[in-house]
Every structure is written in C-alpha cells, then in structure tokens.
C-alpha cells in the first residue's frame, strides 16, 4: 500500500512539475522598449552593426535570463529634441518603458510623466550606487527618486605634455595650484610661439565642461540655486563676476586663441599639437591620447581660483545621465529589473570597457576595468571620489542656455560681466 501511495505521490508531482514548465513557457511574451542614448553606444560603435555593441550583448544576457521578455532597443541622443519627443509620446501613453534622460535640472520638470522609483529600488542598489542626489527631485533629500543615476563623466584640463615641458615646466609634478599661477604658467607656454589656451567659446563647451567650475568653487551651490530663483542676484555674486572676469583677462593677455568666440575646431587644433592646453575630460580622452600618444597626454585638475572655496574639490562631472520609467508602463516591475540588470557591476564592468564612461557603482575598481596601468583614468577615478557637479544640471535649462549664448562675448570683451550678471537677472524675474 505504501508503495502504492509513494508511486501515486510522484506521478502528482510530476503533473505539476509538467504543469509549471508549460506555464513558464506558454506565459505571454512582454516586450520592453528601451530609448538608449550616449550613455550605452558611442561614435565608433555606430558605425558597427548593432549587434556587435556592448549594450546589445548585456540585453542579450537580460533575454536569457528571463526567456519571456524582449527588449526593444532604439538609439537615441539625448537632446532637447528628444525631451521633446518623450513628452508627446508619454502625454499619449506610448512612450518607452525605459529612456536615458539628463539628470538634475533636466530631469525634474518630467517628473509628472515618470514613475517614482523609492519603493522598486533593490537596498543592494541604493548601497552601490553612486549619485542619488543627481536623480532626487530638486535634490532634496529623502525625495522623489525619477531614475537611476548612470554615465558619469568627468572634465577638466587637458594639456600637451611636451609643449609644457619645452616652455620648461613639467606639470606632473609641479602642477599650477592657483589660476594665477596658471595664467603666469600660459605666459610662459605663450614665449615658445605656441598659442596656450584654446577652446571654442561659441559651443559653449568651455562652461559646460571646464571653467564654470570655478564659479562653482567660491560661490557653492546654495548660491547658483538662490542666484537662479532670484533670492539672491547674479550681479552681487562675487564667484559669477570673477569666473567671467578671469576668462576676459586670458584673452585680453592673448593668452588663448584669438579666434574663441568663432572656432568651431578646438578638438583637433589640440591634438596636431597647435594648443598646450584646452578643456577636456573622459569623452574625448581616448581621442587625445590616440593622437598625442599617452606619454604626451596629461590632466590638470582645476587649478584654485578661490582661497576660501565653499566647494573643494579640482574636477567637474558626476551622473549626467540616468534611467528612467515611464508612469504609464504596464510593466513597472519588469522595467526597474532590467535597468537593476544594466547597473549590476557584471553590466557596468562590461559596458565601461567599450564607452567611455566611468562606472557609477561603488564597487567596481580600477583592476576590475584593466585601467591599472592607464594614468589617465587612475587620476580621474582617484579625483571622481570628490567633484563638483556639472552646472548645466545644477541650474535650470534657459539660464544655462543664456550663459552658453553670450560667453563668446563675455570672452573677447563685447559685454562686460557685470552687464551681463544684471542681465542674468532680469532673466529671472521675467521667468517667475
């Protein structure tokens, strides 16, 4: 009889084991589709088939692992157009389940159209993850989290190693601490015929990436956001009025090139070796250093411009971009799983080695990404570990755009930096 029951109790188990597996197999498929921006392709991948890039593969991993979901991947580039785009389509609830969007000021006007993520976020993602506050709406903390911070990228100073040292100096050891004690290094770089500083004012890549920091540094952010809802005044702002001041007085000394207002070509000016030094960061790193050799390709970290800094640190950058959810996805729990997968340390370890972005986990080190022996990337991870975040995030999108629009005439001196702090602010009252 017991034999009987045993045989009777496998047979029962059996069906069900069989009932499971064809349960799990015969579950209806769910597609998830995904916006990918910079933060997950680059130019060189481009121009490859999409199956051969990084990102593709670590999608194909996240199939395996859950056999009945298909990710949709659609390049983007994250740009106003794209804001633009992403709104229409969530205003009709057919947006993207996932989307890379801009972090901070970027992010926080979308917040009626994403999905709050405090309640899906694994505790072992809030631990090793790096840049919450970037993602917390209007950073406050304890506050709505619209996305998962990803993509950081860090700027600062790049220079030609051998220019440098033909004006006799060697920024490796004795780099300049002080901006006025690299104004006097670029004169020095200015008596060998070589022009000192170069960048293309008219992009607004010298703000965005570089000298912006410096405003940054002696006024803090208390004062950028106070400045930005007009609490307190650009013109009376002692670290916006010197950031503008000492850019004028480079060029005025000639001490960058003459055509900064209109060059469009900073890029490779530097690297055929015509600029000792220009702005520059992980983004085009492997392209100066593929063009100068990494025995001629350095970092400078911001020199100080401040003797009191309300924010110490000499690098700019941090999470400009992040992942987010659509509030109107049918597939919520799904969605945070698989931006989860993206920024497992696995992924992110995977990713890095192809894009050139730095891994925002906490937990990944310079031996896990073969960058030991690579000089340039262990001075910015060492330097990472203390930034100042980009100003673009920092302060909202049109007073941004204000400042990209008119630096190339601060710069050559056709609008003075009192002008234009008093400008700043009328700005902002015609905006409240």
């Known amino acids: 009889m017991r034999t009987k029951v045993l045989g009777s109790l496998v047979v029962i188990l059996a069906i069900f084991a069989s009932s499971a597996v064809i349960a799990q197999t015969s579950a209806k498929p769910v597609t998830l589709t995904f916006w990918a921006g910079s933060a997950y392709y680059n130019s060189d991948e481009a121009k490859k088939p999409q199956s051969e890039w990084a990102i593709t593969k670590i999608i194909g991993d996240f199939e395996a692992q859950n056999p009945n979901v298909k990710v949709d991947m659609t390049p983007i580039e994250v740009s106003s157009e794209s804001l633009a ?39 072992a993602d809030k631990k090793n993850i790096s840049g919450w506050d970037a993602v917390t709406y209007n950073f406050k903390p304890n506050g709505e989290i619209l996305g998962y911070p990803i993509g950081n990228n860090y700027a600062g100073l790049v220079y030609n190693k051998a220019l440098v040292k033909a004006a006799g ?37 010298i703000m965005h990436y570089a000298t912006i920091y410096w405003w940054v540094e002696e006024s803090g952010y208390e004062r950028l956001v106070s400045d930005s809802e007009g609490r307190t005044k650009f013109v009376d702002d002692k670290g916006f009025l010197n950031l503008m001041t000492y850019m004028q007085s480079l060029y005025s000394d000639g001490l960058t090139n003459s055509d900064a207002a209109t060059s469009v070509d900073y890029e490779s000016k530097f690297s055929t070796g015509k600029y000792a030094v220009t702005v520059g960061g992980v983004n085009n790193a492997k392209a100066f250093e593929s063009a100068l050799g990494p025995e001629n390709f350095g970092f400078l970290p911001f020199p100080s411009m401040s003797s009191s800094p309300k924010v110490k640190a000499s690098i700019i950058g941090g999470p400009g971009n992040c992942l987010a959810v659509g509030n109107y996805t049918k597939n919520r729990d799904l969605a945070v799983k698989f931006i989860s997968f993206l920024c497992s340390k696995p992924a992110f370890i995977q990713l890095t080695k192809s894009v050139t972005t730095f891994p925002s986990r906490t937990d990944v080190t310079l031996d896990d990404l073969g960058w030991t022996n690579d000089p340039f990337r262990q001075k910015i991870y060492a330097l990472s570990k203390n930034f100042a975040f980009w100003i673009d995030n920092s302060i909202p999108e049109y007073l941004y755009s204000e400042m990209k629009r008119f630096f190339p005439n601060i710069v050559v001196g056709k609008l003075s930096p009192r002008d234009f702090a008093a400008q700043m602010d009328k700005l902002v009252q015609s905006n409240k």
């Open 85 to 123: 785009k992403f709104k229409a389509a969530a205003i009709a609830k057919n947006g993207p389940d996932v989307i890379e969007l801009w972090t901070g000021s970027y992010l926080f006007p979308l917040k009626d159209i994403l999905l709050p993520l405090n309640a899906y976020i694994p505790a």
């Open 169 to 205: 100096m060697d920024w490796d050891k004795n780099p300049p601490k002080t901006t006025e004690d690299f104004r006097a290094a670029l004169k020095k770089i200015k008596q060998t015929g070589v022009i000192p500083f170069g960048f293309d004012a008219s992009k607004g890549r």
